[in-house]
């Protein structure tokens, strides 16, 4: 019933405004055209400078609402990440420069040159000196952010420290498969043809690797030391998904076939960040950002920052993946929580 | 062949025939006159009223998808009437929400803003605005329409399919789009897609050939290339980075069509998907964007330049004054086209790209700020010391100049790759694009219609809908896309279907709602333009004078309703530029006038 009367409004109201519109079009015919044609240039002469005025009012009514929403006043929770919040300041001042004073200049200069019968247009075809003016600064002003942009993509995309905690994470349709080598700091090799969920294998590790042996594998959740520098290798099992850390303000795609790696130094654990944003809720998460099907909203993975003390505590509690695919040859089967199947991890996305 | 032959279908042996044969040229049925035209006006017609008709459907998607993001927790029980198990119980289906933001992009971008923008005004303004009859080729013209009218009715027939269109987002990457195990829309309407798509391109390739021809070999006497009105340099260059790069799109879809069908692995590699290993080995999904961004880049201008231009040419003309620093619009209309080949990997700055090679695209990208900083200046000294008419047209021009520098700013963030890791694939890329992009480029249209229709139809539009259509409009672009950088720059992710259960995103929520109503309106004032339009070409306002907005260009030395061929004698000789407005004291000086003697230079 809402939806007739909506529709209902709607048509009346374009009654209305297509009956004005008839008739002002009639009125401006009495009342001569180029009479009329002077006054709506009037009118719309003044709503540009009340558009500007507006305008301004708007982005600043916009800013005060949204600002707070956005990650500037926690900080960034990575090292890296405050390189280019720094670099985000500067990007967001010379263009906020450049914005305020072309488009103040744009409606001023529109409100301002209206039609008038006193004025005539000035004839002026080109200015070689004007012109090399604002050729030249713009140039030189994206010079300097090119050389500060590239200083900081070649450090992010350069090898990770020796020191990194190296952890591997894989994508599938829809939810994160997290990789910890064990005590040889190893990963086991990998073979898409061997993936077996059976035969607890859901990532197709070879075992014939030896290095293969110690590794633990976890869904959903990433645990993570604070302060020391995090390598990830990031694989795709179906299609293309990515690894969007917002709070460290790090990317990076995960590609079937194509391995990727990114690295960053988390500086505060979650329990600091939710002292941080006031939120007790807080947690890093792991969006998926890139559109990989009908679940891509709902392939949420969790990051926990700790202590090394926590974070070596909560490794205890893990069983190498081989002896969940041969428990027979377990030295010491003590039954522990199961909480790394795929099932598991697309129940917990089935629930959200 | 020259002017005359072209109109005719074969070559004159004696030119001097040409006029006498235009006479009795006229015995037109309905058939050859309204459908299968080659009168260049007629074509750039259809190609409009087709181009508006895939806006309108386009728009509607994005309102059906905006009432999930604004509404994630309501249902629409009407929805369910029109879309049936597409939304059962009023409530979109997930794979349905990305249906309609795939088909939304793709209609938005290749079917009005392509199709519908240059497809319009390079076939009105080209012939006219140069001095010709018609277009080099006016069968192949005709055949461009068809093939992109056969395009339209496979997309449309993709909306149809029991598994839905595509879904995997314009770009359609695969293996996403590859295999139908991973989505519904990659079944049927998937294949229908790239159908759609190689056809579109044929239509393309057709139509910029066309374009270009006309423009190189059959402007009138006196038209020298730097005597040009800036509409048709920003045609020229639109067609021919349209010639060179759509191919290259087309291989891309058909390598695609491939592996989805005949068991090609050109973008599929080590695949597990639904419990099944796949046996394809050894291609690459990311060799499929270079294809795609090869294309995909350039497209961006071939969607903005046409706007450019068209803003370039109203804002003089209603200015009263000459375009400020014509030589260097033209030369940045150069240094765009040019380096919009050298740019496309700035869309894959995360894939993994080699960060070496990545440093060349972020330098190659920012460069392209120049030549947009030096059109910026000169749209705007064109204003200054100017006496502003504010026809529909000229505010839609001042429009698209607000939104190219606001859009275009943020290109300088998403342009370096430091800072592209943080906003890439955010909604901070939905806000930059659908300002500089969309909605610029749709008001480089606007003005365009509003400019353009008294010669198209012989009628006006009507002035009151006109100025609440574009108030209404710019408040509204503005009140949607702006404040979708402040969640950008939150990292929220763009194409997601219900931000609710995250914690990091969840306080956008009411922005999401004011969006939905505001789109909702702007939607409806769209209603209003195309209810003007449609009312105007038959109860309009008449065109009583030959030149209604006293401007210099040829295409109003022409009947207030030219026939097919344009002039009914001789085509006129141009004698200087086509921006001399206010020079010496008077208010114009067509081109076609010669330069008086006493005139003063420049």
């Given amino acids: ?352 | 062949m020259n002017n005359e032959e072209v109109l005719h279908g074969q070559p004159l042996v004696v030119h001097d025939l040409g006029h006498a044969a235009h006479e009795h040229h006229h015995k037109e049925t309905f058939i050859t006159k309204y459908i299968f035209s080659q009168d260049h006006k007629m074509i750039s017609r259809q190609f409009l009223i087709t181009g508006m008709i895939w806006a309108f459907i386009g728009g509607l998607f994005s309102v059906i998808f905006r009432l999930q993001l604004g509404y994630p927790n309501q249902t629409f029980p009407f929805l369910e009437d029109f879309l049936g198990h597409w939304a059962k119980g009023g409530k979109l289906d997930p794979e349905f929400y990305y249906s309609l933001v795939t088909m939304h992009g793709t209609i938005l971008v290749f079917f009005v803003l392509t199709a519908g923008l240059s497809g319009t005004f390079a076939n009105f303004l080209i012939p006219l605005q140069v001095g010709a009859r018609d277009m080099a080729s006016p069968f192949l013209n005709m055949l461009s329409y068809w093939f992109f009218f056969s395009a339209s009715i496979v997309m449309m027939a993709s909306l149809f399919v029991q598994t839905g269109p595509a879904s995997g987002g314009w770009t359609i990457y695969p293996p996403l789009s590859a295999l139908g195990e991973a989505s519904e829309g990659s079944k049927i309407g998937m294949d229908l897609w790239l159908v759609s798509m190689a056809l579109f391109i044929v239509s393309q390739l057709l139509a910029g050939l066309n374009y270009i021809s006309t423009i190189l070999n059959m402007r009138t006497k006196g038209m020298s290339m730097t005597r040009l009105p800036l509409t048709i340099w920003a045609l020229f260059f639109t067609a021919v980075l349209g010639v060179l790069s759509f191919p290259v799109l087309l291989s891309g879809a058909i390598l695609l069509l491939f592996d989805r069908n005949l068991g090609t692995s050109f973008f599929l590699s080590d695949i597990v998907i639904g419990g099944k290993i796949l046996p394809n080995e050894g291609g690459s999904p990311i060799l499929f964007q270079h294809l795609f961004w090869f294309l995909g880049h350039p497209e961006v201008y071939i969607i903005l330049l046409p706007a450019m231009g068209i803003a370039s040419e109203v804002l003089a003309t209603n200015a009263r004054k000459p375009i400020f620093g014509y030589m260097a619009m033209v030369g940045s209309l150069f240094a765009i086209a040019s380096l919009s080949f050298l740019v496309w990997a700035h869309h894959m700055f995360v894939t993994g790209l080699n960060p070496f090679l990545g440093s060349f695209f972020v330098l190659l990208t920012l460069l392209i700020a120049v030549p947009s900083a030096i059109k910026v200046f000169n749209w705007l000294t064109t204003l200054w010391k100017a006496n502003i008419r504010f026809t529909p047209g000229m505010l839609f021009s001042i429009g698209f100049v607000s939104l190219f520098i606001s859009g275009g700013l943020t290109g300088i963030f998403l342009g370096n790759s430091a800072l592209d890791i943080h906003l890439h694939d955010t909604y901070f890329v939905v806000a930059h694009f659908h300002i500089v992009m969309g909605v610029a480029s749709m008001f480089g249209m606007f003005a365009g219609i509003y400019h353009w229709f008294p010669k198209m139809f012989g009628r006006y539009l009507n002035n009151t809908m006109a100025y609440i259509h574009f108030w209404v409009t710019i408040a509204g672009a503005y009140a949607i896309f702006w404040p979708l950088h402040y969640a950008g720059l939150a990292g929220m992710p763009r194409r997601y279907y219900d931000v609710s259960n995250w914690e990091s995103f969840k306080m956008f929520d009411g922005l999401n709602e004011f969006i939905s109503v505001v789109a909702l309106i702007v939607f409806a004032t769209q209603l209003l333009f195309v209810f003007n339009f449609a009312y105007s070409i038959f109860k309009g306002r008449k065109v009583t004078t030959q030149n209604p907005w006293g401007s210099n260009s040829m295409e109003w030395t022409t009947p207030i309703r030219p026939g097919h061929g344009n002039w009914p004698g001789e085509i006129p000789e141009v004698h200087r530029w086509a921006y001399d407005y206010g020079k010496d004291g008077r208010d114009f000086i067509p081109q076609i006038e010669p330069v008086g003697e006493s005139e003063s230079k420049h």
């Fill in chain 1, 1 to 352: 019933m809402n939806e007739f009367f909506l529709i209902a409004i709607l048509v009346l109201i374009f009654l209305v405004i297509f009956q004005i519109s008839k008739a002002s079009e009639y009125v401006s015919i009495l009342k001569g055209e180029e009479k009329a044609r002077k006054q709506n240039n009037r009118i719309n002469g003044f709503l540009m400078i009340a558009f500007l005025i507006f305008g301004l009012i708007g982005v600043w009514w916009c800013n005060k609402l949204y600002y707070p929403k956005t990650l500037f006043p926690q900080g960034s929770a990575s090292a890296e990440g405050e390189n280019i919040d720094t670099m985000l300041w500067i990007t967001i001042a010379v263009t906020g420069v450049v914005f305020f004073i072309t488009q103040i200049l744009l409606f001023w200069f529109s409100f301002k040159y209206q039609e008038s019968d006193k004025r005539k247009a000035f004839y002026f075809t080109h200015n070689n000196k004007l012109e090399l003016i604002w050729t030249g600064i713009p140039a030189i002003v994206l010079t300097v952010l090119v050389v500060f942009g590239l200083k900081y993509w070649f450090k992010f995309t350069s090898d990770a420290p020796k020191e990194s905690q190296l952890i591997e994470i894989t994508g599938h349709q829809f939810g994160w498969e997290i990789r910890y080598p064990g005590r040889d700091r190893l990963l086991g090799r990998k073979n898409f043809k061997l993936t077996d969920p059976a035969q607890n294998n859901p990532l197709g590790v070879d075992w014939a690797d030896v290095a293969s042996h110690d590794d633990l594998h976890v869904a959903t959740t990433m645990h993570v030391v604070v302060n020391k520098p995090v390598k990830l290798v990031i694989n795709s099992q179906d299609v293309i998904h990515d690894v969007g850390l917002p709070h460290f303000r790090m990317k990076m795609d995960a590609v079937p076939g194509t391995p990727t790696t990114l690295w960053f130094t988390p500086i505060y654990t979650t329990a600091q960040m939710k002292i941080r944003t006031n939120n007790p809720d807080f947690t890093y998460e792991i969006s998926c950002d890139q559109m990989c099907g009908r679940g891509h909203y709902t392939m949420r993975g969790i990051i926990v920052v700790e202590s090394q003390q926590e974070f070596d505590g909560w490794m205890a509690t893990l069983k190498p993946e081989y002896y969940k695919a041969f428990p027979a040859l377990d030295p010491n089967r003590i039954p522990s929580k199961d909480t790394t199947s795929k099932t598991v991890a697309q129940a917990v996305a089935a629930k959200k």
